[in-house]
């Protein structure tokens, strides 16, 4: 299933070590219109699907399995060829999936703070899926910090990273956008819990407010 609901979003992050070998890849690029993009292009993100929210968990969480869903919304940039990066990326509302909180309270707020941006992003194309590989761009992995309240009064927190994600992406048949697709094959390594408990699932919706731009991707 091919989805271009990238950057981010999510997010989502946190993001997926990719395990695809290069014998099977190549490049994609960004397209304007069907014409590829010379100059980067300014885009927003957010979430977008039945809930138009990202789903952030880690499933070996001290305390137990815990994730939430969060609204997500950001800015990156697109183009020239395959490149493309997540500028910014916020979740301003988020809210403990039903039953997996662990030792958190679910009554207290929750917060998912984005961690090493700007992530740098790049098309490419793998057994015919094109995927936005998200990576360690120089500040760190990316990824997000996830806290909570234990106990009534104590503030834990869980990074969930990874050096590479690839979420699918795909042409958006019905706009002028892409959408990025999170799924859950993809882990991270989190501060509470292992190297492959941390993971990110939904889908994000890329897209310009500039008339007249028509973004595609071409495999």
């Known amino acids: 299933m091919k989805r271009i609901r990238i950057l981010g979003l999510t997010v989502i992050a ?40 990202l789903e952030l968990s880690d499933l070996a969480a001290t305390g137990g399995a815990t994730a939430i869903v969060c609204e ?15 500028k910014t990326i916020a979740a301003p509302t988020c809210s403990f999936v039903a039953g997996k909180n662990g030792s958190c309270e679910a009554s207290k707020p929750v917060t998912a703070t984005p961690v090493n941006l700007p992530w740098a992003t790049r098309l490419l194309t793998v057994n ?22 234990v106990a009534g009064i ?3 927190q869980d990074k969930c990273t990874s050096e590479t994600g690839d979420p699918l992406i795909d042409n958006n048949p019905s706009g ?28 994000a919706l890329v897209f310009s407010d500039v008339p007249g731009l028509k973004l595609s991707v071409d495999p």
């Open 176 to 203: 002028n956008d892409v959408i990025a697709l999170f799924e859950a094959s993809e882990t991270a390594t989190c501060s509470l819990g292992n190297s492959t408990s941390g993971m990110v699932v939904g889908a």
């Open 154 to 156: 104590f503030k834990v």
């Open 14 to 53: 946190v993001f997926a070590t990719s395990a695809l070998a290069s014998s099977v890849a190549s490049a994609a690029e960004w397209l304007d219109n069907g014409k590829p993009i010379t100059n980067p292009i300014l885009v927003l993100l957010k979430g977008t699907g039945a809930t138009g929210q």
């Open 128 to 149: 015919g899926e094109v995927r936005d590989m998200i990576e360690n761009s120089g500040p760190g992995a990316p990824g997000w910090q996830v806290e909570c309240t």
């Open 72 to 86: 997500s919304k950001g800015d990156g940039t697109i183009g020239p060829g395959a490149n493309d990066t997540i």
